[in-house]
C-alpha cells in the first residue's frame, strides 16, 4: 500500500505571507495527485488534481507543482478564509486510494 | 450545480446493520463512477469503497471488505452503501464523492456530500 505523508503538521502564517505545504508518496503516483481543502464542519474541496491543475473557481492563489513521489501547495498570499485543513490523495490506478494526514493552516 | 445528499446515518448497536444512500443531482449520474469515504470526527480521511458508472466493477478497503456493499440504481440517480457487523471503529461521517469519470482507476474525486454521520455504540 503507498503510504502518503504531509509536513508540517501545522503551519501558522501571517495574512498576505506564503505558505508552502508538502506531500510524500512512498512509491511513485505519477501526477495522480490532488489536494482538499477541508474548513470545520464542511465536506472537503477539491482544489488541485492531476498535480498542478487547479479546480474549477479554485482562485489563482493556490497553485501545486511535483510528480512522481513529491509534491507542493503553495498558497501566494494567505487569506483568512485560507483556515483550513489540507489533505492531499493519490487517486492512480491501485485502491486503497490514500490521503495523506493533512496539513492545518491557522492564520498568525 | 452538482449536489449529493447522503442521508441514513444513525446510532446503531455494535454488530447491527444499516444502508446509507446518496443521491445525485445536477449531472448525469450514470456517467460517473462513485466512491464512498469516511472520516472518524476531528481525524483524517479514509477511502471506503469505489464502484464504476455502470455498477460492474466495485473496490473496498480491506477495513471494510466483506462487511459492506457498495451498490449504485442509477434510474434513481443513488448510490448506497449496506453495512453489516457494524464495529465501534466504523464511527465516522461518511461521504458520498463524485469522480470525473466512469471508471473509478486514476480518477480524481471532484465532488462531495455533506456527509452522514454513523455512530456505532452500545
Known amino acids: 500500500e503507498i503510504v502518503m505523508t504531509q509536513s508540517p503538521a501545522t503551519l501558522s502564517v501571517s495574512p498576505g505571507e506564503r505558505a508552502t505545504l508538502s506531500c510524500r508518496a512512498s512509491q511513485s503516483v505519477g501526477s495522480s495527485l490532488a489536494w482538499f481543502q477541508q474548513k470545520p464542519g464542511q465536506a472537503p474541496r477539491l482544489l488541485i488534481f492531476?498535480?498542478?491543475t487547479r479546480a474549477t473557481g479554485i482562485p489563482p492563489r493556490f497553485s501545486a507543482t511535483g510528480s512522481g513521489t513529491e509534491f507542493t501547495l503553495t498558497i501566494s498570499s494567505l487569506q483568512s478564509e485560507d483556515s483550513a485543513v489540507y489533505y492531499c490523495q493519490r487517486y492512480d490506478n491501485w485502491p486503497p486510494w490514500t490521503f495523506g494526514p493533512g496539513t492545518k493552516v491557522e492564520i498568525k | 450545480e452538482v449536489q449529493l445528499v447522503e442521508s441514513g446515518g444513525d446510532l446503531v448497536q455494535p454488530g447491527r446493520s444499516l444502508r446509507l444512500s446518496c443521491t445525485g443531482s445536477?449531472?448525469?449520474?450514470?456517467?460517473?463512477?462513485m466512491h464512498w469515504v469516511r472520516q472518524v470526527p476531528g481525524e483524517g480521511l479514509e477511502w471506503v469503497a469505489a464502484?464504476?458508472?455502470?455498477?460492474?466493477?466495485?473496490g473496498y478497503a480491506d477495513s471494510v471488505r466483506g462487511r459492506f456493499t457498495i451498490f449504485r440504481d442509477n434510474a434513481k440517480n443513488s448510490l448506497y452503501m449496506q453495512m453489516k457487523g457494524l464495529r465501534v471503529e466504523d464511527t465516522a461521517f461518511y461521504y458520498c464523492v463524485k469522480v470525473a469519470g466512469a471508471d473509478y482507476y486514476n480518477n480524481y474525486f471532484d465532488q462531495w456530500g455533506q456527509g452522514t454521520l454513523v455512530t456505532v455504540s452500545s
Open positions: 464502484i464504476s458508472a455502470t455498477g460492474g466493477s466495485r
Open positions: 445536477g449531472f448525469t449520474f450514470e456517467d460517473f463512477a
Open positions: 492531476g498535480a498542478f
